[in-house]
């Protein structure tokens, strides 16, 4: 050994003072920048529509809130014209929006560490000076934040694409229905926060890119499918309400006729309508028969006046607010823990 | 100082040992060859010693000490990774840069003075460098990080013989001028032995052989006599491996001192390391297992 190596017997339980952070910066910047501008261009380009699309949609809706008197029939015309000119292009764009956070968890999450073992660099960089647990950390930080913050802004930009359609009434779209909930407000970032962590443990868990992606792509479909159709309706105890006209913008979980305080079935229903010659298709849809008087008017009318009673579970539009915040905190607690994961996965993997 | 110290390591890969009850104490300043067949456990031994693995049974401390994959080994130790992994699309120059950000030495003139020298071009990516360059950057990387330790996984396989002639100068020139001990591999022992001074033989997961490369030749001969006397002697001697003829024997033996007198009637050879190697790898019982820091075994078994 000589002199250079060897000035003193190195202390087994001396601990080195760990790199700076900021050595990882360069790094993570040179490696991912791609991934960034992959970010950029997934955000960006519908960025780009919802701006060129939303600019006139504002526009038209300039006529509705100048109409006055506000609330006069002639307005409310005005506002249906409004929306049935433009409430099917807005929703199927919120449809395709939906892709975003799955393709940022797809593209951006699984490549980050599933490209290390597919390419063996893995062995590179985790026998550097830095680290592999930190250097696991200085990758995935940077990259969840980017992806967040830039689908936090998104969410902002699509809030006022989609601003004018509220304005005009909703449509029979629930400000809490599936494909507008999760493009507005926390729930965004929240969602491409999660695919991007999804993707991160796929990658760690099955190191090879494609596979991942594909993983992460059927996590986070089954995820948010569950999610809306099944946790969503229930962050907080749903109402009920009687009225046949439940509020336009809620969300409707569940409808349906009952008497004497039982659910009412289809049998019982058709039973009650034969002397009409009405057939119930469901218990919303209904066929007059030749029997049928004429000016027989509404089955709902008649059903009530024989004892039945229209029963609608519903979450009121006005807690878009309280489940945006339930939605995120859960998601950023899952995120955090996928992100966790990996980091810990990381740390005792052994090859 | 021991530069690596295993104590009955072991790696377990799925039900199957990779590697078990390694004991080794490699003093410090050797150029170590780590040889064995392929499956052997060579590589399961590198990434145990670099951290990469974390073994199923046992311990390994490296550089006098310090617990594989911890902070002071991995900056003390300078890995080069079988088929020498580097990042495809970075040009060499952003190779440099990123190995100089993520460790805490780094020569960097002396890295650009070797590229220039083996007239690899900084601004070419990784993964356009022809195999040679690819492995040349890639122990370049390697030794501007000026480790305490170069573990070297089949460094040479991609290489043609003029390149690996470059790449053992280079190594050797680290070795001369820095004091660096190395630890390399191979499944070709003649490649390692005109520069190794300490080997290393695995075979089927276990150490079979370990020691300074001069002791090893100086502790065994080849006793060349009359195959019917070859049975008599066998009993007395420790026999590594065993070729008999017709009327002569050659036996492999295990000497218990430079000084041991040779059978009257029979010849003592001095033996090649290459012979030495094939000898241990032909007979999986037989085992030289030297060393200080640890328990030393029962003298090898007697196998003919």
New interface residues.
């Given amino acids: ?2 002199t ?3 000035p003193a ?2 202390n ?1 339980h ?3 003072r ?2 700076p952070w900021r ?2 910066a ?2 993570a910047w ?2 991912h920048r791609l991934a960034l501008a992959g970010v950029v261009a997934v955000f960006g380009a519908p960025a780009v529509y919802l701006l060129i699309s939303g600019l006139p949609l504002h526009h038209a809706y300039a006529a509705v809130t100048a109409c006055r008197p506000a609330g006069s029939a002639t307005c409310r015309q005005v506002a249906q014209n409004f929306l049935n000119a433009h409430v099917h292009g807005v929703l199927v764009t919120a449809g395709l929006l939906q892709a975003i956070p799955a393709l940022i968890g797809a593209f951006v999450g699984a490549p980050v560490l599933a490209r290390e073992f597919e ?13 592999r647990t930190r ?1 696991t950390i200085a990758k995935l930080a940077p990259l969840a934040t980017a992806v967040t913050v830039a689908a936090a802004a998104f969410s902002v930009l699509f809030s006022w694409y989609y601003q004018p359609i509220i304005g005009a009434g909703g449509g029979d779209s629930s400000p809490l229905a599936p494909t507008i909930f999760d493009l507005r407000g926390v729930a965004l970032p929240a969602w491409t926060l999660a695919a991007f962590a999804i993707g991160a443990l796929a990658g760690i868990l099955i190191r090879r890119v494609t596979p991942a992606m594909f993983a992460t792509l059927a996590v986070w479909v089954g995820l948010a499918v569950l999610t809306g159709a099944y946790l969503r309706p229930h962050y907080e105890a749903s109402l009920v309400t009687h009225n046949a006209n439940a509020p336009a913008d809620a969300l409707v979980i569940n409808q349906g006729l009952s008497r004497g305080g039982k659910p009412a079935s289809l049998d019982m229903i058709n039973q009650t309508l034969r002397p009409v010659g009405v057939e119930a298709i469901t218990a919303e849809v209904f066929r007059a028969g030749p029997s049928t008087p004429a000016g027989f008017g509404d089955p709902m009318q008649y059903l009530t006046a024989h004892g039945y009673t229209q029963s609608t579970t519903y979450q009121p539009a006005s807690r878009f607010w309280p489940f945006q915040w339930i939605e995120g905190s859960w998601l950023l607690a899952l995120s955090l823990l996928l992100i966790a994961t990996t980091v810990w996965r990381v740390r ?1 993997r ?2 | 100082m021991n530069i690596i110290e295993a104590r009955g390591l072991g790696k377990c890969y799925g039900g199957s040992w990779a590697l078990r009850e390694c004991t080794l104490a490699i003093p410090t300043g050797h150029v170590v060859a780590l040889v064995g067949p392929n499956g052997a456990g060579k590589t399961t031994l590198l990434n145990l010693a670099v951290g990469l693995a974390a073994p199923t049974a046992g311990t390994v401390t490296v550089l006098g000490g310090q617990p594989a994959g911890s902070g002071a080994a991995l900056d003390g130790i300078a890995f080069v990774a079988q088929d020498t992994p580097l990042y495809k699309n970075l040009s060499a120059a952003d190779m440099l840069h990123m190995t100089r950000n993520l460790n805490r030495r780094f020569d960097d003139g002396y890295a650009r003075a070797r590229l220039d020298e083996l007239g690899i071009p900084l601004k070419r990516t990784a993964g356009k460098l022809s195999g040679g360059q690819h492995t040349q950057l890639a122990l370049t990387l390697a030794l501007a990080r000026r480790p305490q330790l170069l573990v070297l996984d089949e460094p040479m396989a991609m290489l043609d013989p003029l390149a690996r002639h470059d790449f053992m100068a280079a190594v050797m020139t680290a070795v001369a001028d820095h004091g660096v001990s190395v630890l390399l591999s191979s499944h070709v022992l003649a490649e390692l032995e005109r520069v190794a001074d300490y080997l290393v033989l695995l075979s089927s997961g276990s150490v079979q052989m370990a020691g300074e490369v001069d002791d090893l030749l100086a502790s065994h001969r080849v006793l060349t006599g009359s195959a019917a006397d070859a049975d008599r002697y066998a009993e007395r001697l420790n026999v590594v491996h065993a070729r008999r003829g017709e009327a002569q024997a050659h036996l492999l033996v295990r000497m218990n001192g430079a000084t041991e007198p040779v059978p009257h009637g029979w010849e003592a050879h001095p033996v090649s390391l290459e012979e030495l190697a094939l000898a241990y790898l032909r007979e999986p019982g037989a085992a030289a297992l030297p060393g200080p820091a640890r328990d030393r075994p029962q003298p090898s078994e007697l196998t003919t």
């Fill in positions: 050994m000589t250079q190596t060897m017997p190195p087994p001396a601990t080195l760990p790199l050595r990882m360069w790094v040179r490696q390419t063996g660099t893995f062995r590179y960089a985790w026998t550097q000076g830095f680290g250097w005792r052994a090859t």
